[in-house]
């Protein structure tokens, strides 16, 4: 069993900067690849960024300017630096593991507000 925990997140004004990190445990060997994803109510999760297990990574266009990931999926860690963050960029943020239908963490708010 894979566990994964976020942390970081928080109020960051409009253009600053943020970093989250996620740390995988567990049967890390099974993880083959990890994602960012992202939810405000009444939308649905929009995946910000994956990374596979042989180093290559993959952004949502809204962000792929802006935001830079970096991880060891072997290790199970993946983490996010955020730019220039705008309001629309306001959501919880889920870590995953193998897929949308694997192993989430339990996310971290990301308030983006003057």
């Known amino acids: 069993q894979v566990q994964l925990v976020e942390s970081g997140g928080g109020l960051v004004r409009p253009g600053g900067s943020a970093e989250l990190s996620c740390q995988a445990s567990?049967?890390?060997?099974?993880?083959?690849?990890m994602a960012w994803y992202r939810q405000t109510p009444g939308k649905q999760r929009e995946r910000v960024v994956l990374?596979?297990?042989?180093?290559?990574?993959n952004y949502e266009d809204s962000v792929k300017d802006r935001f830079n990931a970096s991880g060891d999926i072997v290790r199970g860690t993946l983490n996010l630096h955020m730019n220039n963050l705008k309001l629309e960029d306001t959501a919880v943020y889920y870590c995953?593991?193998?897929?949308?239908?694997?192993?989430w963490g339990q996310g971290t708010q990301v308030t983006v507000s003057s």
């Open positions: 995953s593991a193998n897929g949308p239908y694997g192993n």
């Open positions: 567990g049967m890390i060997f099974v993880i083959g690849n």
């Open positions: 990374i596979s297990k042989g180093g290559n990574i």
